[in-house]
């Protein structure tokens, strides 16, 4: 596998539209999506299961009225998706969410299930 380009990643270039970085992020925001966006990727795991977008800002979530996640560095929608193991534990892949946890933790952050459809990313 190819060395992780944040920057090719950032204007879209090897990654689906779907999962494309949403604006407005904070620099947590943006790093949480790198680390998201980079395993995902690594494992193969980038097939959104036709939403049209995997991650929201949290400007963008309150706008849409959602009830959680509305002050999280970054909003992960996973229903459908290949990347729902890294983040639902109905789906009973703990290697998967122990290796999301663990790319998050490198950067002082943690997903948190909101829902069964998505998560939020916050600073530890």
Known sequence: MPEFD???ALSGDGIP???ACPEGLSPEGVKAWEAVVHL????GDLHSGGQEH????????RARGEEYGRESE???????GSHA???NYDYGSYS????MNQALREHDLFAEGCTSWYSAVYKL
Do not use: C, N
Request: without cysteine; glycine residues 4%.
């Open 96 to 99: 998967a969410i122990e290796a």
């Open 85 to 87: 193991a890294y983040f």
């Open 40 to 43: 995902l990727q690594e494992k």
């Open 17 to 19: 539209p779907d999962y």
């Open 6 to 8: 944040i920057e090719a």
């Open 74 to 80: 970054l909003v992960i929608l996973h229903d459908g």
């Open 54 to 61: 995997v991650f929201y800002s949290p400007a963008a979530w």
